[in-house]
């Protein structure tokens, strides 16, 4: 490069060739212009080095806290109340289910009260049946054996009687009978036959009855079918019991849980601000700043985020849950908690910045 | 709506720019035409005006590089014009007078310190030379610089050629690293477009050639720029294209005609060098808005662009940058920037390694300070450059505050 040029004070010689008056207006355009070049340059410079300073600041200080205004339409909010709803519906639930099971519970253990209590009476009519069938038993197989003979002989007697109507006819048409008498003969001759069927058939009921007396019958197996399902039955209730039981166990715990996930989320912020009727004041405090947030700690409210702090409240609670936040000068993202604040000014709520536990610059 | 509009703005700048880097290269490699047709045969006379100040014995190795010109002796001179200087500049150029007796030396002296622009004004008038080359006087100049510039007056409508300036010492230090590729990049790549259209907005200083009867013509422009009275002295070689554009000349960068400079390697000069520069595009900028319609009307497309384009991405950098650190402080230290930058800088620093060994860098990954360094010169630079308009100072080679009136006065 080449050379430099003359300084400011060198263009008098060139300023000298212009008319005069355009000379004062340049003049007046030129003092406008460095006062307000001035101006700007050292708000420039000001504004940089307020810049860097607050950077630094934040870069160091450990006590300051973001306030967060929560507001009841807040999103997590209304999250978390339409959850504690539902848990709080769910519990309801669970306790209508319960109650239910319990009163199954009971029905079915009466129930099975009454099938066990029926098992002795059977065995007892069992008992007493058989004892029955053994003394009567031979008796009625004695009786049994003499219808047959008995029967035997009457149908030796039936045999006969087809001679005796055949000599009846041959009376009436020898006239030797009127006719009055023969049907009279023939009447007696039926009913005789008919006692002989009915002696066969009271023979082989009595046969049924013997076998019945003297063997396990059918009637028996019904008895044993009827003591089996008495007894399935019963332990298909004690199965439905156990089941029941365990179930109305584990809704029992299942309650003692979200009553227990209830109770904790009654301390959090977001239940607090949705739940409550007072405007509550809270604030995010960054892991690295924790050691200045405890309870009863003192709340400052800066200008500029730093200087000419006031004292505004004091720390009222800490949420023990992990938040995540944008930094307030930086604009990272952040870990941290948050914390309730009891606020004099509710302005200071307002604020990008609180200090906890003193003034970050001792004024 | 602000911020999207600044944000829309600089995405446009940014755009622009990025998509003039990549019509360089696609240019460059695939169409001849960005090219001029050179006519080596064409020997004009030429005057080489070198005006100086403060350089020392750098100014006798100036024109020690320009006597080993293989331009035919008897058809160029070098008028040397010292600029009042208060080191011992003129004895070198009386030096270099005994010294190099194979060329015609002129030295000469101004009455009193009258800036850059007015003492080429003032060398020029010991010239009756067809092309006059401008050049700086700290700069070592390859030997056929010369022979390549006047080679493209060839083509009748152009006004103005200028030379390729590369980087002498590019391992100073971070600061040379930077400056090595964005030079490298902006010759061979940014200007490349406008060459393609013979309208580049802004031939270097270092090495800058045009016809006589050109400058001449715009001499008297020179002479009488001032700011509200002001001399204005920076930024010759901006005003001298844009005159040229706006004369319906077209301008060129032949980046065969190669000259070296050392460039700074100190922030604090390097910052007022950027300064000077950022002043002269501001300045340069008011000028375009003020006559605008002339420049639609008569300047290529791509010109008035790159004419309005580039000062208003310098402002706007300003804004976003403003914009940004208030809304996402920490933005600019992600990773991102830093990746581009570095990414940037090795390949560059690649095919600088391969196209021009004299520049190759020590430490590519240097560039990725650049980050740091486009922070502070869009948050700095432009506020600085709108409220130091006044200013008549150098920054970079003042060593004592001459206090005479200027003068158009020659020695």
């Known amino acids: 490069m080449a050379t430099p040029p003359v300084k400011v004070t060198a263009r008098v010689a060139d300023a000298k060739k212009w008319p005069s008056l355009q000379s004062l207006q340049y003049k007046l355009v030129l003092t406008l212009y460095r006062v307000f070049a001035v101006v700007i340059l050292y708000a420039v410079l000001a ?36 959850k504690l709803v539902t848990s709080q519906q769910t519990i309801e639930d669970l306790k209508v289910d319960s109650a239910k099971l319990q009163s199954g519970i009971e029905e079915m253990t009466k129930h099975r009260a009454a099938l066990l209590a029926l098992e002795p009476e059977l065995q007892t009519a069992i008992a007493r049946e058989k004892k029955h069938n053994l003394a009567t038993g031979p008796t009625l197989a004695a009786l049994d054996k003499q219808k047959q003979t008995d029967n035997v002989k009457t149908q030796a007697v039936l045999a006969q009687l087809n001679e005796v109507e055949a000599n009846i006819q041959k009376d009436l048409a020898a006239g030797l009978i ?21 002696s066969k058939i009271a023979e082989l009921l009595l046969t049924d009855s013997v076998l019945d007396k003297t063997t396990n019958g059918t009637t028996s197996l019904d008895v044993l079918e009827k003591q089996a399902e008495l007894r399935s039955e019963a332990a298909q209730l004690d199965v439905a019991i156990n089941v029941s039981q365990k179930q109305l166990q584990e809704e029992t715990r299942q309650i003692d849980r979200l009553k227990q996930a209830i109770s904790t989320a009654k301390q959090s912020p977001y239940y607090l601000n949705a739940a409550g009727g007072q405007r509550l004041y809270f604030a995010f405090v960054p892991y690295d700043n924790q050691t200045a947030a405890v309870a009863g700690a003192a709340i400052y409210d800066c200008l500029l985020n730093m200087i000419g702090c006031r ?39 307002k604020s990008k910045t609180v200090f906890l536990g003193r003034k970050p610059l001792l004024f | 709506m ?25 240019l460059k490699v695939s169409f001849p035409s960005t090219k001029i047709k050179k006519d080596y045969s064409y020997e004009p006379s030429v005057s080489v005006l070198m005006p100086c100040f403060n350089e020392g014995k750098t100014v006798y190795e100036t024109i020690e590089s320009i006597s080993k010109s293989n331009y035919p002796s008897e058809k160029f001179e070098v008028i040397a014009q010292d600029d009042c200087s208060v080191d011992d500049s003129y004895e070198w150029i009386l030096k270099a007078q005994r010294d190099f007796t194979n060329i015609r030396i002129s030295a000469g002296r101004n009455e009193a310190n009258s800036g850059k622009a007015r003492t080429v004004c003032n060398a020029m008038q010991h010239s009756t030379a067809e092309v006059i080359i401008s050049i700086d006087s700290d700069c070592i100049f390859h030997p056929e610089a010369i022979r390549e510039l006047t080679a493209c007056f060839a ?77 204005v002295n920076q930024g010759e070689d901006r005003f001298l294209t844009h005159q040229t554009l706006l004369r319906g000349y077209g301008t060129y960068i032949d980046n065969d005609a190669l000259c070296w400079t050392t460039v700074p390697n100190t922030l ?28 639609v009307w008569k300047l290529h497309p791509n010109t008035v662009l790159t004419l309005v384009l580039t000062p208003l991405g310098a402002i706007v950098a300003l804004l976003v940058v403003v914009t940004m650190l208030t809304a996402d402080p920490l933005s600019w230290a992600g990773p991102v920037p830093l990746i581009t930058a570095l990414g940037v800088g090795a390949v560059l620093s690649w095919v600088i390694k391969k ?49 005479v009136p200027l003068g158009n006065t020659t020695g």
Request: hydrophobic share 45%; with cysteine; aromatic share 10%.
């Open chain 1, 47 to 82: 504004g940089i080095l307020a810049y860097a300073f607050v950077m630094g600041f934040y870069a160091i200080n450990t006590s300051w806290a973001a306030p967060i205004i929560l507001s009841a339409v807040d999103e997590k909010s209304l999250d978390f109340r339409e």
């Open chain 1, 178 to 198: 009127t006719k009055g008498d023969a049907a009279t003969q023939l009447a007696a001759l039926n009913q005789a036959q008919g006692a002989a069927t009915d």
């Open chain 1, 311 to 349: 004292k505004v409240g004091t720390v009222n609670q800490i949420f023990p849950g992990e938040e995540d936040a944008i930094h307030p000068i930086f604009k990272t993202a952040i870990r941290g908690y948050l914390i309730q604040m009891n606020l004099e000014s509710a302005e200071a709520a």
């Open chain 2, 2 to 26: 602000a911020p999207i509009l600044l944000w829309l703005v600089m995405v446009l700048c940014l755009l622009i720019t990025a998509v003039k880097y990549l019509m360089g290269v696609i």
């Open chain 2, 155 to 231: 083509e009748p409508h152009i006004g103005s050629v200028g030379g390729r300036v590369g980087v002498r010492n590019p391992n100073d230090g971070v600061i040379t690293a930077i400056q090595a590729i964005l030079y490298y990049s902006a010759f061979q790549l940014y200007k490349i477009p406008e060459n393609w259209t013979r309208s580049v907005c802004c031939i270097s200083g270092c090495l800058f050639a045009i016809r006589r009867e050109l400058l001449l013509e715009i001499e008297p422009a020179i002479r009488a720029r001032n700011w509200f009275g002001i001399p």
């Open chain 2, 268 to 295: 604090s000069v390097l910052f007022k060098q950027q300064l000077r520069w950022r002043r002269s595009i501001v300045r340069d900028f008011f000028y375009t808005l003020k006559t605008l319609p002339q420049h």
């Open chain 2, 355 to 403: 196209y021009s060994a004299k520049e190759a860098l020590a430490h590519p990954l240097a560039f990725g300070a650049y980050v740091a360094w486009s922070l502070v010169s869009s948050l700095l630079l432009t506020p600085l450059a709108l409220c130091t308009m006044d200013s008549a100072d150098w920054g970079t080679r003042t060593k004592q505050e001459p206090e």
